[in-house]
C-alpha cells in the first residue's frame, strides 16, 4: 500500500485550476493555427488571429484565458493500492480549487443553491469529482474547467433502438447549429452514447477530455466522428459565430452498453480554450 499525503493532492490540485485557465494546451493552439492555415473566411482567419493573441498575452501576462473561469470538474482514477494520508480525496481537491481559483485571481461561478437562493459560494467550490478505481498505486487527476455557455448548449435523448447513426448524427449537428455562437466556437464536441440516461451524459462530458482529436478505437465509431467533424464545419457557424468553416475542431464518442429498449445519446460541448490539465501523482 502507497501512501500519499493530502497536502500533496490539494497543492497539485492549486496548479492544476491556475495552469488550466492561464496555458491553451499545445494541442489546442495547434489546431487553431492549422485552422488559420486552411480557412477561406477573411473574418474568420482575423477571428482565429485574435484567439491567438489573446493566448499569448495570457501566457505572457498570467491572466485568464477566459473571464468565465469555468465550473471545476474532475475526473480522477483511484489506484485500489493507494492510501491517502492525512484527509478524504473530495476535501483535497474542493481545498484545492478553492486556493487555486484564489491564488490565481481566478472568477469564482458557483452558487450555493442552483434555484432559491443562488448566493455565491467565493471559492468556486465544490467541484464535481468523477472518481473510479482502477489496478495500481497511482492517483490521475484530469482537470476541465467547464464554462456556463458551452455547457448551456448540452442536449440528451433517449432514442428508440430503431432509430439509425444518421439520425444521431443530425441530432448532434442540430446541437451544435442551435448552440451557434453562444458555445464560443470553434467548440469540441463531446458524445455519450449508451448506457442510462444519467450514464450517457456522464460518457459525453468524460469524451471530451480524450486527447483531443484522437480517435475512437473503434473504426466503426472512428468513422461517425469524421463524417459528425465534416458536417459541423459545413455549417458556415465559425469562429465565434462569425463565419467560416471552423466550427469545431473534434468530435469525440465514447459509448457503453445499454437496455435492449434503449438508446440514451448526449452531447456536451466545450469552448475554443478547452481547458483541460492531466496529473499523475
Do not use: M, W
Given at each position: 500500500m502507497r501512501n500519499v499525503d493530502y497536502k500533496k493532492i490539494v497543492g497539485a490540485v492549486k496548479n492544476m485550476v491556475i495552469e488550466a485557465n492561464y496555458n491553451l494546451s499545445p494541442q489546442v493552439s495547434g489546431k487553431l493555427k492549422k485552422s488559420l492555415k486552411t480557412e477561406k473566411s477573411r473574418l474568420a482567419k482575423a477571428t482565429l488571429k485574435i484567439c491567438l493573441k489573446n493566448v499569448e498575452i495570457a501566457k505572457k501576462e498570467k491572466l485568464a484565458l477566459c473571464q468565465d473561469t469555468g465550473l471545476a470538474v474532475f475526473f480522477i482514477k483511484v489506484g485500489q493500492d493507494l492510501h491517502i494520508k492525512g484527509g478524504i480525496l473530495s476535501n483535497a481537491v474542493n481545498e484545492g480549487v478553492k486556493l487555486g481559483y484564489k491564488q490565481g485571481y481566478l472568477r469564482k461561478s458557483v452558487v450555493s443553491d442552483p434555484l432559491f437562493e443562488r448566493k455565491n459560494t467565493l471559492t468556486n467550490t465544490p467541484a464535481i469529482i468523477h472518481t473510479e478505481i482502477v489496478k495500481g498505486n497511482k492517483l490521475e487527476i484530469v482537470f476541465t474547467a467547464k464554462g456556463g455557455g458551452a455547457e448551456n448548449t448540452s442536449s440528451i435523448k433517449m432514442f428508440k433502438?430503431?432509430?439509425?447513426?444518421?439520425?444521431?448524427?443530425?441530432?448532434?449537428?442540430?446541437?451544435?447549429?442551435?448552440?451557434?455562437?453562444?458555445?464560443?466556437?470553434?467548440?469540441?464536441?463531446?458524445?455519450?452514447?449508451?448506457?442510462?440516461?444519467?450514464?450517457?451524459?456522464?460518457?459525453?462530458?468524460?469524451?471530451?477530455?480524450?486527447?483531443?482529436?484522437?480517435?475512437?478505437?473503434?473504426?466503426?465509431?472512428?468513422?461517425?466522428?469524421?463524417?459528425?467533424?465534416?458536417?459541423?464545419?459545413?455549417?458556415?457557424?465559425?469562429?465565434?459565430?462569425?463565419?467560416?468553416?471552423?466550427?469545431?475542431?473534434?468530435?469525440?464518442?465514447?459509448?457503453?452498453?445499454?437496455?435492449i429498449a434503449s438508446l440514451p445519446v448526449a452531447i456536451n460541448l466545450n469552448c475554443w480554450v478547452h481547458r483541460i490539465v492531466k496529473k499523475i501523482i
Open positions: 433502438p430503431t432509430d439509425t447513426k444518421d439520425e444521431i448524427a443530425d441530432f448532434i449537428v442540430d446541437t451544435v447549429k442551435k448552440a451557434g455562437a453562444n458555445a464560443c466556437p470553434p467548440v469540441v464536441v463531446g458524445v455519450g452514447i449508451g448506457g442510462s440516461f444519467e450514464h450517457c451524459a456522464y460518457l459525453a462530458k468524460k469524451a471530451l477530455i480524450r486527447p483531443l482529436g484522437k480517435s475512437n478505437a473503434d473504426k466503426k465509431y472512428a468513422k461517425l466522428e469524421r463524417e459528425i467533424l465534416d458536417g459541423l464545419n459545413k455549417l458556415n457557424i465559425g469562429p465565434q459565430g462569425f463565419g467560416g468553416k471552423t466550427t469545431a475542431l473534434a468530435v469525440h464518442i465514447e459509448h457503453f452498453p445499454c437496455h
